[in-house]
């Protein structure tokens, strides 16, 4: 999985932990935008006497220019590094002296920086945020150090570690139209190119108040935190911002496959990655259908998956299904295993396709899916614990394309799904020309290697370190 | 992608490390006892309907017997396995249907476990973990496939460099204690693991006097107290002493390297450090924060990362242990540059070591480390995990109380003093797995 879409499952991953009984609301925030356009929600939650704010802007990785990928990252990093108030370095600091924590992350399709102080500091960082929406200010002495620091993040994140660099091969076959081909963070030499100017055109292009979302999370209301809003982020004039692109896929034609092979690979693993249509791109009456099919095959110890390859079959360590229905443009319906000790992949492999063969084939039971449903919303009931899951669900979809009233709705959603809509959702995606798999292997003489069908399909990739 | 510190902390040890304290009067923690002399902390909430309560034996995997490394692993991987006349599948599948949290795990000091349930389905939750406590199932079937897991994770293990530093660190730190092996154990000791060893397990190590126990959300004592006996009533009223020895930290100050063909070099250290019952901890805690627990504040992050854009992040960490102590951290930095961080981390270490912290400093440390207390408030699971780890090292109901006048009243006079004795340059031992150049 890529970032964006291992983030993607974060969030949907997020509903099934955190997801009430059905019929509840989620989180019932309240909600008013101000003039400038930019739109703020509040979730009250009074256990302890503390607030995140959190902002959200309209803007990722997947609106980056060509040969510029990873900007958008970069500018969530550059956003530290002062403005016409505050020094380089001085945010974080400033924070943390008021007892506060911070901190920021970018997906393909948002960005997103929050605070968690006491709420007597609110004011403080409502008043540092605007700020840096509106005056930012960059200097090249701090901009070239803060590129080494995102090349050494990419190390760490990728390049270091084998599972992350078939992801990041996998993604960029899955998506081949789509922005969501290029990694997060970026490739390494568009990331060695960027100018200073083009962090400071990124940033004036996208980050306007009627891009952004405010959350606020904690022991607040709305009639507390509205004069501070209207006070700090109401003097941001709002201002033209440009239409966001989401290419659509053509449909796919044939089955694709991408290799890594590595001489530290002691535990390979079997990935597969199929296009899938989201809330907002393709046949979007299938995202819910496809939640419940990523929890039948690969929600737990009795997941289809799970049971029938390491229980039964005795073939796997590991069998996940993952599905992110949240984002702007296409997403993917994720499959990963991995062997139990002393099995081969190609008794492996064979045994996963013919479940995944099975139930694109004959579909689901009624039961099943009624047990998905339940599981599925009775987690909803956790939603309201942590004052960190509202901001996080709300501002998720809020930044790509959704809306209050779909959150708030999703138990119904979800319980609503029948299992003629799960069996046509299976049908539809989990097509072998809709995928991609993803083997990494041991370079090791000897080791199993993909078998003659996988052989004779479209095998874009098979690179080793020495590329790197 | 999340400019979050990886975080290199050795040990979950962290916990009571982690807990800052403050404006906490919200919480009123209870003692309750049950009928059968059951003992648990309570912190009402009736906000939400949700339970969570953690619990902990003393005695750890460092327990095991050397030649079975990873028995208490292996044994508390398998206790939401199948219980009673449910297998595995109709275990697993009553926990999932109705949204139940539940589970075993083992670190070097304790077994520890979590249960959490929304309201309406409290007295089945409570009723699962009795039942599995009191009759593990043990069935060949799961203990093959959790074997089967464990092992594959080892072997995953070998291909992520943080994980290889990781272990060599411990292993040079403690190269003749439990807690230098892996808490997982190796994969022969684990292939050693009988069904017998397993069986055995609960009656030495689940014992009602090793018990630590924290509940927090929508219950009352009233309730809570007969919950206690059903779930715990059965276990045995003793378990094996705990003989574990004390150990210091064999940091010789040399930086051991192991070759892996990757781009970064993964940078991992450690030396002896203090106890969490240490007179000195508050001074040791507040003086890490300023040296490199601090996140964007810390000394090291503004001398590696923020000045010379060598690595994306560095953190340091007091790692206490029951019986011993490590003061440890970690960075990645580019193979060519690795030894100027090296040499940062080091010129750091001797900085503070020599001249302390200034006033400033440790204000602001002081500011950050009270004030931010609340925020660890974050869920009932979360707070259940504090009640657990204020119980597991004796720090007293009203820990919450006193722990902001207890890193207040640190002086610039007591970090220096401690960090003169604490901070120790020459011994300071380095593991660096990659390409490193220049070292």
New interface residues.
């Given amino acids: 999985m890529s970032f964006a879409r291992r983030l993607a499952a974060a969030a949907g991953a997020f509903l099934l932990i955190a997801a009430p009984a059905a019929q509840a609301q989620m989180f019932n925030p309240e909600t008013f935008t101000l003039k400038n356009g930019l739109q703020v929600v509040v979730i009250p939650n009074h256990r302890v006497p503390v607030v995140s704010h959190m902002l959200w802007y309209k803007v990722g990785a997947g609106d980056e220019l060509p040969g510029k990928t990873g900007l958008a990252h970069m500018v969530e990093h550059m956003m530290f590094k002062g403005t016409k108030l505050v020094p380089a370095g001085a945010f974080s600091k400033i924070v943390a002296q008021n007892g506060g924590r911070d901190n920021a992350f970018t997906t393909a399709d948002y960005t997103a920086f929050y605070q968690d102080v006491a709420v007597d500091k609110l004011d403080l960082v409502m008043k540092l945020e605007s700020d840096r929406m509106a005056n930012l200010k960059l200097d090249d002495k701090d901009f070239q150090p803060e590129r080494q620091v995102v090349l050494e993040e990419r190390r760490m994140r990728i390049d270091n570690e084998p599972e992350a660099l078939l992801e990041e091969q996998m993604t960029a076959q899955l998506f081949e139209v789509s922005p969501y081909h290029h990694p997060v963070i970026g490739w390494k030499q568009e990331i060695e190119g960027y100018k200073l100017a083009d962090v400071v055109e990124f940033h004036k292009r996208w980050y306007a108040p009627n891009n952004a979302v405010l959350i606020l999370s904690g022991d607040v209301t709305v009639a507390q935190v509205k004069p501070l809003v209207e006070k700090y982020y109401g003097a941001v004039p709002a201002r033209p911002v440009p239409p966001r692109l989401r290419e659509p896929e053509p449909e796919p034609m044939a089955a694709r496959s991408v290799t890594l092979r590595d001489p530290d690979v002691h535990q390979p693993s079997w990935n597969r990655s199929y296009l899938a249509p989201s809330y907002h791109q393709g046949d979007t009456t299938m995202a819910y259908p496809l939640q419940v099919l990523a929890e039948i095959l690969g929600g737990g110890t009795t997941s289809r998956l799970y049971k029938s390859l390491a229980v039964e079959q005795k073939l796997a360590a590991t069998a996940d299904a993952g599905y992110g229905a949240e984002a702007l443009g296409m997403t993917s319906f994720d499959i990963s295993v991995s062997p139990a000790p002393g099995v081969a992949m190609e008794q492996l492999v064979p045994a996963v396709e013919a479940e995944l063969k099975k139930i694109a084939d004959a579909g689901v039971t009624e039961e099943e899916v009624a047990r998905a449903k339940q599981r599925l919303t009775i987690s909803v009931s956790y939603a309201r614990d942590s004052f960190h899951t509202g901001p996080r669900v709300l501002g998720s979809a809020l930044a790509s394309g959704g809306t209050i009233a779909q959150v708030e709705d999703w138990p119904n959603r979800i319980s609503a799904v029948t299992a003629a809509q799960v069996s046509a959702a299976a049908k539809a995606v989990l097509q072998e020309q809709r995928s991609v798999t993803g083997l990494l292997l041991p370079t090791r003489p000897g080791d199993p290697v993909p078998d003659e069908e996988q052989r004779a399909q479209r095998s874009l990739g098979s690179f080793g370190r020495e590329m790197r | 992608?999340?400019?979050?510190i990886?975080s290199f902390s050795l040990a979950a040890a962290l916990l009571v490390a982690g807990l800052s304290s403050a404006?906490n009067a919200?919480f009123d923690i209870q003692k309750v006892t049950s009928d059968n002399g059951i003992e648990a902390w309570l912190v009402e909430?009736h906000?939400?309907?949700?339970i969570a309560m953690n619990f902990a034996f003393r005695g750890g995997a460092a327990m095991d017997p050397a030649d079975k490394g990873g028995l208490s692993n292996l044994a508390a991987s398998l206790f939401d396995e199948g219980a009673g006349d449910m297998d595995?599948?109709a275990f697993?599948?009553q926990l999932?249907?109705?949204?139940i949290g539940f589970g075993l795990s083992a670190d070097h000091d304790a077994i520890r476990g979590h249960l959490?349930t929304?309201t309406?389905n409290r007295d089945t939750a409570f009723s699962l973990l009795a039942l599995a406590l009191s009759k593990p199932r043990f069935d060949a079937?799961a203990i093959?496939?959790m074997r089967?897991?464990i092992?594959?994770?080892l072997?995953?293990q070998?291909?992520?460099?943080d994980a290889i530093a990781g272990r060599a660190l411990t292993k040079a730190l403690y190269p003749e204690h439990p807690y230098g092996r892996a808490v997982e154990g190796t994969e022969d000791s684990v292939k050693q693991i009988t069904a017998d060893d397993l069986k055995a397990w609960p009656a030495h190590r689940l014992g009602r006097d090793r018990l630590i126990i924290g509940v927090v959300g929508d219950i009352t004592p009233e309730q809570l107290k007969p919950l206690l006996d059903s779930s715990f009533g059965a276990l045995p009223a003793q378990a094996d002493p705990i003989e574990v020895p004390e150990v210091q930290a064999a940091a010789t100050g040399k930086v051991e390297i192991i070759r892996?063909?990757?781009?970064?070099s993964?940078v991992l250290f450690g030396q002896q450090g203090l106890k969490r019952t240490d007179p000195d901890w508050y001074a040791a805690y507040v003086m890490n924060y300023i040296l490199g627990g601090?996140?964007?504040?810390s000394r090291l992050m503004?001398e590696v990362?923020?000045?010379?854009?060598?690595?994306?992040g560095i953190s340091t960490g007091l790692s206490p242990y029951q019986h011993g102590a490590l003061f440890d951290g970690g960075t990645?930095?580019?193979n060519e540059k690795t030894a100027q961080s090296i040499a940062l981390i080091r010129q750091e270490w001797q900085k503070m070591a020599e001249d302390g912290v200034t006033a400033q400093e440790l204000a602001?440390a002081k500011?950050?480390l009270?004030?931010?207390?609340?925020?660890q408030?974050?869920?009932?699971?979360?707070i259940a995990q504090i009640l657990v780890a204020i119980q597991m090292d004796n720090l007293g109901r009203d820990y919450l109380e006193r722990r902001s006048s207890l890193i207040q009243n640190i002086t610039i006079d007591d970090i220096k003093r401690v960090a003169r004795k604490l901070l120790d340059n020459k011994s300071l031992l380095f593991v660096v797995v990659?390409e490193p150049s220049g070292l």
């Fill in positions: 992608m999340s400019r979050l990886k404006a919200a909430d906000a939400n309907p949700i595995s599948q697993h599948g999932e249907d109705l949204g959490k929304i309406a079937e093959e496939r089967g897991q092992l594959a994770d072997a995953h070998q291909q992520d460099p892996r063909p990757i781009p970064q993964v601090g996140g964007f504040s503004t990362r923020v000045k010379r854009g060598l690595a994306y990645a930095t580019r602001d500011k950050y009270i004030g931010s207390y609340p925020l408030m974050d869920s009932t699971g979360s990659g």
